[in-house]
């Protein structure tokens, strides 16, 4: 009996999900039925009308009837095994459609691919005549031999030599075999031969393939679950078919099916990689993984950084776990509501109260002032955040001989004990009056946890690149040291608060234990190309334990509208050109909710939002919190876009006195370290604000633009 699979384009353009209800039930009845009929019933079939389209290329293309008015196409190899699913098409279209196919073993990655044959032989001579005028061809470069290496055709080989430039590549690539297609899109981006093998070839690993024609088809149906996915049984079928079509969910690249579905890992577990390579994706596909196997009673924590992000993930897990058994034994929350929930529990329900930034640094004045120190509010609230929080210093003694790494202000030891007095003094404030910061209530409800045992079986983490090593001990003690603790998911490029961790000296194992993903799938290649110019040349710290990170190998193969950079007289006339930019975005058709403004102060959001209203376009603030379902433009700060995405987005108030925030900068005399992470965090900011955007990006500022800008050759 055949196995059912779909082909993602069964799915893409929304053409399944836009067909009526009545045909999508006929599509699932025929499909029910599939995998119960051997090859000689299926083509005995009356029903089903199994039928080759007249004049077809390829053997295996064949075309079935869904209803009078509608048939699918499917590729069916001929010993029977496997059902592909290409589409369902109104009746005449799927025969023209399925007539013009051809499909083959892609000779580098063993994959099956299935192309427009006829569009392809249509469309080349047209090209070839024009490439015979042109000047430079795009892979002159490049030698037949590479090119064949790394798995393209003859026939897609002609077709290659006559392409000019990437955009006329972006024309001929929809007729193309699909992996070819990617390996020409990566060459056109600039990546060189080798790469291109070991990014998309090479790590296939694909399973080698023998014996007859068909079984030699039947695997590389296997070898392609990028673009294949195999139904595994009927709840699987109506999984896939009853609810809205979304390609993360069951197409996964294989570098992030590797991550994600191996069976074990022996400790924790690290993924990083750029913006939108799929680490949050990746992430829940763990907890799917992990539900699978957890025993009677165990339970797991996901968990993230903002609000924001954790409703992502939650609605992000609700679509890929149906059952709500399963569902219901995850508990996704921030790491600060998780610290939270221990110290309520331990207060017997009573919850506990926090301190605002302000009141913090109230307070941190009201002692520099009271005991007459030699230090300013900022410089103690750093001290004790960066040394006697992280390394959880409890004593005068420790203190006294702490080391102090990324402090760049030397203390002399004979100042220690007047430091330390400031610190007891703050604690000892926040006990008198029942009050935490966030990371201090992280760091006793560590403690409440290390002495009562963990919660969970596994903790799995997303934007783990702003912890803070308090909030990292209550992860730490949240699940038991055991294979499969911590699946650690971020990304150091995107670090826009101050945090600095080694993890080893928390107990967390990641040296060695990392993969990094490379593949956009959010934004256009331009506008990747265009914001890691405000990061080139500039180090980045890894995740964890020293040693940098680096983007190398990060692309995308979309490709859109350049960004576009503009600079206004005054404020006014920016947020009239922002104003006007997201009008034209919303009359080609984008939904206003699809489009976010940031800035790096929400008066300036503000500003732009009251703008759009009084133009007519709904907007709405970030910093309320709206419903997914909400209509209406984001507009919100820098900050509150991390680890969200938009099609289009607006990133204004990009001045020189905004973009860095001189309030958030530590001045280099007071402390030479900080001053330089805190200046890498505005502009990691900046970086975070425009690899939102999938589509379309505009940054502008007005008057003089920010420094990141022009350093980068932007303004
Ligand atoms: N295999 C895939 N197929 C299709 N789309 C994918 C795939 N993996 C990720 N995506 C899509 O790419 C986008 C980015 O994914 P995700 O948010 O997981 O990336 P990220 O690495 O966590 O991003 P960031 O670090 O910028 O927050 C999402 O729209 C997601 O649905």
């Given at each position: 009996m055949p196995q059912l699979a779909f082909e993602k384009r069964f799915f893409k353009g929304g053409d399944y999900d836009a067909l009526p209800v009545h045909v999508r039930k006929n599509v699932r009845e025929a499909m029910d039925k599939f995998p119960k009929l051997t090859p000689a019933q299926l083509k005995a079939d009356k029903g089903l009308n199994f039928k080759p389209p007249a004049g077809?290329?390829?053997?295996h293309i064949r075309t079935f009837k869904v209803d009078n008015f509608h048939r699918g196409v499917v590729f069916a190899p001929e010993g029977g095994g496997t059902l592909l699913l290409l589409k369902v098409l109104p009746h005449d279209d799927a025969y023209a459609w399925a007539a013009k196919l051809d499909a083959g073993v892609n000779s580098a990655t063993r994959g099956l691919e299935v192309w427009d044959a006829e569009g392809l032989e249509r469309v080349t001579p047209a090209m070839e005549r024009r490439a015979a005028g042109a000047g430079r061809l795009l892979f002159a470069d490049i030698s037949d031999g590479d090119l064949r290496a790394l798995g393209v055709d003859d026939t897609t080989l002609r077709a290659a030599r006559t392409i000019v430039d990437a955009q006329q590549l972006e024309v001929f690539a929809p007729y193309l075999p699909e992996d070819q297609a990617e390996v020409l899109q990566f060459l056109a981006n600039g990546f060189g031969v080798e790469e291109v093998w070991r990014d998309i070839v090479a790590h296939r690993a694909p399973a080698p393939a023998a014996g007859d024609d068909s079984s030699v088809i039947e695997t590389a149906i296997r070898n392609t679950p990028t673009r294949i996915a195999l139904v595994s049984g009927a709840e699987e079928l109506a999984e896939i078919l009853d609810r809205p079509f979304a390609e993360w969910r069951i197409f996964l690249h294989p570098s992030q099916r590797k991550v994600a579905y191996r069976p074990s890992y022996p400790g924790s577990y690290q993924v990083t990689g750029g913006p939108g390579t799929g680490k949050s994706v990746v992430a829940m596909h763990r907890v799917r993984h992990l539900l699978n196997h957890l025993r009677p009673g165990e339970r797991i924590l996901l968990t993230t950084f903002t609000n924001a992000l954790v409703s992502a993930l939650r609605s992000g897990l609700t679509e890929l776990v149906a059952d709500p058994d399963l569902l219901e034994r995850v508990d996704v929350t921030t790491v600060n509501a998780q610290a939270g929930r221990v110290l309520t529990e331990a207060a017997g329900g009573e919850a506990p109260h926090f301190l605002g930034d302000a009141e913090e640094q109230a307070r941190w004045k009201e002692i520099a002032e009271r005991l007459d120190l030699p230090w300013n509010e900022r410089f103690l609230a750093q001290e004790y955040r960066h040394v006697v929080l992280a390394q959880r210093i409890d004593d005068p003694d420790a203190y006294l001989a702490a080391d102090r790494p990324g402090r760049g202000r030397p203390l002399a030891r004979a100042l220690r004990p007047l430091l330390w007095r400031a610190m007891s003094e703050f604690t000892a404030g926040l006990d008198a009056d029942g009050v935490h910061t966030h990371l201090r209530a992280c760091d006793v409800a560590a403690r409440t946890l290390e002495e009562e045992g963990p919660l969970y079986r596994h903790v799995v983490v997303d934007e783990a690149q702003d912890l803070h090593p308090a909030q990292w001990r209550l992860l730490r003690a949240a699940v038991p040291v055991r294979p499969d603790d911590l699946f650690i998911a971020g990304d150091p490029h995107q670090r826009i608060y101050d945090a600095k961790v080694s993890l080893k000296s928390l107990g967390i194992k990641v040296v060695g234990r990392t993969t990094r993903l490379k593949?956009?799938?959010?934004?256009?290649q331009e506008i990747l190309a265009w914001s890691r110019a405000l990061l080139d040349g500039r180090p980045v710290e890894g995740l964890a334990d020293g040693g940098d990170d680096t983007l190398a190998g990060y692309r995308s193969s979309l490709h859109g509208a350049a960004p576009v950079a503009f600079g206004a007289p005054d404020q006014d006339a920016e947020v009239a050109e922002v104003v006007r930019r997201v009008r034209a975005w919303v009359e080609a058709g984008i939904a206003p909710s699809e489009i976010a403004v940031a800035a790096r102060f929400n008066a300036v959001a503000r500003k732009v939002k009251e703008g759009l209203v009084a133009e007519g376009v709904p907007a709405v603030l970030l910093r309320s919190t709206p419903k997914p379902e909400t209509e209406g433009v984001r507009a919100g700060t820098m900050h509150a876009l991390k680890g969200l995405e938009f099609r289009c987005v607006a990133v204004a108030g990009v001045c020189d006195w905004a973009v860095p925030f001189a309030k958030a900068v530590t001045p280099a005399d007071v402390d030479p370290i900080q001053h330089a992470t805190d200046l890498m965090a505005e502009r990691c900011l900046l970086f975070v604000a425009c690899t939102r955007a999938r589509d379309q990006l505009h940054v502008s500022w007005h008057k003089e633009p920010s420094e990141f800008l022009t350093e980068a050759g932007i303004a």
């Open positions: 077809a290329r390829n053997r593949r956009n799938y959010r934004s256009t």
